[in-house]
């Protein structure tokens, strides 16, 4: 006897096309013959039998009749009224034998309040609740899935534990919020899985979960259960310490690194190194060297090698390539331990058009913008997200907070900020759409940047958002509250672009360039700028930096130690990508190895060292970084004299000078004169033509002494060694207060009585 009252709605099971198909699966109070009583429906494709056992008593048991074929079972049992816990015992044809709570007797694992929040835009831990989450629900250990799909026609769980048999776990609807839920107890961690969904147009696609924490090694592309809280931290006093920083006035010298191409293993087919293997090989490395931080190109899940990790397909997964969750979370928690922060490199402008991906998800474009003229990014290939749209500005918000949190990554250098600010990015007349004002500002992807950031800097204190963008937007930097976009730095293309315009120069030429060189601090205090040599400036034929530098080969790596000590000596955070410290020759690739053999050449050692002692010495010394941000930080003492080429300046903290003093040309200045602001004796501190660094030894052995010969707008000037294609650090010696100089305290004469 079948108790089911429209019929059809068997079949829509049979054919998993049910968008509620817990009204007809599970066990179910019905009235027979005017008694009151319940009956168990199940669909099982490949079962033989079923029997519905009581979880309580485990002794009584009803068999289930096969009501339909392929796998439909049902079961009235009269001597029961009320609903009760239950498991099924089933066999299949070859003797194979199982038990299981059924999916389909359990309440949703999403509260309304959960989906309120969510279809407001404001559920920054919604990672929590969709996706697939290994809990005891309802006394049952399981897995509770659930994704986001409102246009969709029906929605169901596919996996290696079922076959991947699109119609053996179909999920429900939650009321108008547009979420798929489903319990499926049993499950395990490692356990793939995709949502197969049946799109508003009919066709039917398998998509990986867009919360999903882990993923499958690409090609693959289903996506992994995985228990991501089970990681035991021991970065504690890191992460107190992080609560109370002050980035603006800590050092920062971030070493850029893709983890593909760092390093490889050559004798086992060159294979990546693991994420465990990256904590025991560049952690050290990095703190060896002396960079304060680690910047990661993207490592969220990416089905493409040479797109960078730039087109993310799994945006709360660490790729796969090189390993677990867990091995990502010991090699950040090891940065940690040794005193390195870690900036993770974060996509939220776009992202492919894969069919497992985001894109059109429930047949709709769901995360994308529907006009395609605001939608599309049609010279990457890529969607745009659809900033406007609660729920996806809601995904990008609560996928920052997760790499922050969750994580432990100190900040997310955003890319592409530029593509989301302006509607006409890149696109040529008739290919964009204004917004409701005519302009070319994307007002929503605005909001959305000041939500998110505003969000970052209440919840999580200390850690940092940076900016990639390069055009002249106003506030980039500026507290969102003050009408700025929250950030808390911007990478400063302007001055990467001036710079390697003028350092490529014959130094010739240099002389009518000199603006290229110095304007950078014309607009230095309108934001809070990262001074950068990144990764997108060695590759596409650009050539790697030492190739950038123009002369002979001791030409070329003098040009090189006096770039990256100007770079160091000019207010703004710094930026070096991998390979630069010992000046690679090749163009990056991320297909292979950086090339470390070079290091059994002396030159390129000496290059390497230069940039450790340089590193050590910015982390050492206040001035270079205590006032980045501070006007009082820095002053010229002369950036005018383009005839020379010789710039010079003065970087403060707040309580130290250094004198820096930077020759542009191979000529050597044996007795060059710069003013000082006190009078005083000058040591040289740091010099970039030292003879172990691979530089001709033009040197200052002596301290300056000050003379009272008016220079540079100061009464005092000091003459020094500049040498060719090199920079020179001085410091200016505080004597020791003699007792002859001590003030003695005065005597207070005591009144006469």
Not at 742 to 753: F, L, S, V
Request: aromatic share 14%; with cysteine; charged share 25%.
């Amino acid at each position: 006897m079948i108790t089911i009252k429209h019929l059809n709605e068997l079949f829509q099971i049979i054919n998993g096309e049910h968008a509620d198909p817990h009204t007809v699966l599970g066990m179910h109070e019905v009235e027979e013959d005017g008694k009151k009583c319940v009956v168990v429906r199940a669909f099982i494709p490949g079962a033989q039998t079923i029997t519905v056992v009581d979880a309580n008593t485990r002794r009584l048991k009803y068999p289930m009749e096969r009501i339909h074929e392929d796998g439909f079972f049902e079961v009235i049992i009269p001597d029961r009224e009320e609903w009760f816990r239950y498991r099924l015992e089933c066999t299949d044809y070859q003797g194979n034998s199982w038990h299981t709570y059924d999916p389909y007797a359990f309440s949703p694992t999403i509260s309304e309040y959960d989906r309120y929040l969510f279809g407001e835009g404001n559920h920054y831990e919604i990672y929590e609740k969709l996706g697939a989450h290994l809990i005891t629900f309802e006394g049952a250990k399981g897995v509770s899935f659930a994704v986001w799909a409102p246009n969709a026609k029906s929605v169901s769980v596919i996996g290696n534990f079922n076959g991947w048999d699109t119609r053996r776990h179909p999920m429900r609807l939650l009321g108008q919020s547009g979420i798929w839920e489903l319990f499926i107890p049993g499950l395990a961690a490692m356990d793939q899985y995709k949502f197969h969904v049946v799109q508003s147009t009919g066709k039917q696609v398998d998509k990986c979960d867009p919360y999903a924490f882990y993923a499958q090694l690409r090609p693959e592309t289903a996506s992994v259960i995985y228990p991501i809280g089970r990681y035991k931290w021991k970065d504690r006093k890191w992460m107190t310490a992080r609560k109370k920083a002050n980035v603006y006035t800590a050092p920062m010298n971030i070493y850029e690194v893709h983890l593909g191409s760092w390093m490889r293993v050559p004798e086992e087919g060159d294979r990546f190194l693991t994420y465990t293997e990256m904590a025991e090989k560049l952690v050290p490395y990095v703190k060896e060297m002396g960079f304060s931080h680690i910047e990661l190109l993207p490592v969220e899940e990416h089905p493409f090698d040479g797109s960078w990790g730039y087109q993310v397909t799994g945006y709360y997964a660490p790729t796969s390539r090189y390993g677990t969750p867990a091995m990502f979370k010991e090699f950040i928690d090891t940065c940690h331990q040794n005193g390195i922060g870690v900036i993770l490199d974060w996509v939220p402008a776009h992202f492919p058009k894969d069919e497992f991906g985001l894109g059109r998800f429930d047949g709709t474009a769901l995360y994308e913008h529907q006009d395609p003229r605001r939608g599309e990014h049609l010279q990457w290939g890529t969607y745009i997200f659809n900033y406007g749209r609660k729920e996806v500005s809601n995904f990008l918000i609560a996928n920052a907070l997760f790499w922050l949190d969750e994580y432990h990554i100190d900040g997310l250098r955003v890319d592409a900020v530029a593509s989301m600010l302006y509607l006409d990015f890149c696109k040529n007349d008739g290919e964009w759409a204004a917004n409701e004002y005519g302009g070319r500002e994307n007002l929503e992807a605005v909001e959305f940047i000041k939500h998110m950031n505003s969000i970052v800097s209440k919840r999580l204190p200390g850690t940092m958002m940076i900016a990639e963008e390069s055009t002249s937007w106003k506030g980039v930097t500026k507290s969102a509250d003050d009408n700025g976009l929250g950030f808390t730095m911007k990478w400063n293309m302007g001055w990467m672009n001036d710079f390697l315009f003028y350092i490529k120069k014959d130094p010739i030429y240099r002389k009518y360039h000199h603006n290229n060189l110095t304007f950078g601090m014309a607009y230095n205090y309108s934001e809070n700028f990262v001074l950068v040599l990144s990764h997108d400036e060695v590759v596409h034929e650009k050539s790697a930096m030492i190739g950038k530098m123009p002369g002979d080969l001791w030409q070329k790596y003098a040009n090189l130690r006096l770039s990256y000590g100007f770079m160091y000596g000019h207010p703004g955070k710094k930026l070096l990508f991998m390979g630069g410290e010992f000046a690679q020759f090749n163009e990056w690739s991320e297909s292979r190895s950086l090339d470390w053999h070079l290091l059994q050449y002396k030159d390129h050692q000496q290059m390497q060292l230069y940039m450790k002692d340089l590193n050590h010495f910015y982390l050492s010394e206040s001035p270079f970084w205590q006032q980045d941000y501070d006007p009082h930080g820095f002053t010229w003492i002369e950036c005018d004299d383009a005839e020379s080429s010789v710039v010079s300046f003065i970087r403060r903290s707040q309580d130290k000078e250094l004198y820096f003093i930077c020759n542009f040309t191979p000529e050597t200045y044996e007795d060059f004169r710069i003013g000082v602001p006190f009078a005083g004796t000058y040591k040289e501190v740091f010099n970039s033509d030292a003879e172990k660094y691979g530089g001709s030894g033009v040197v200052n052995k002596k301290a300056a002494v000050s003379e009272k010969m008016p220079w540079n707008h100061y009464q005092n000037s000091i003459r020094v060694k500049v040498p060719p294609l090199g920079m020179v650090v001085l410091e200016r010696k505080v004597p020791e207060e003699t007792k002859a100089e001590k003030k003695t305290p005065k005597k207070t004469e005591k009144k006469k009585a």
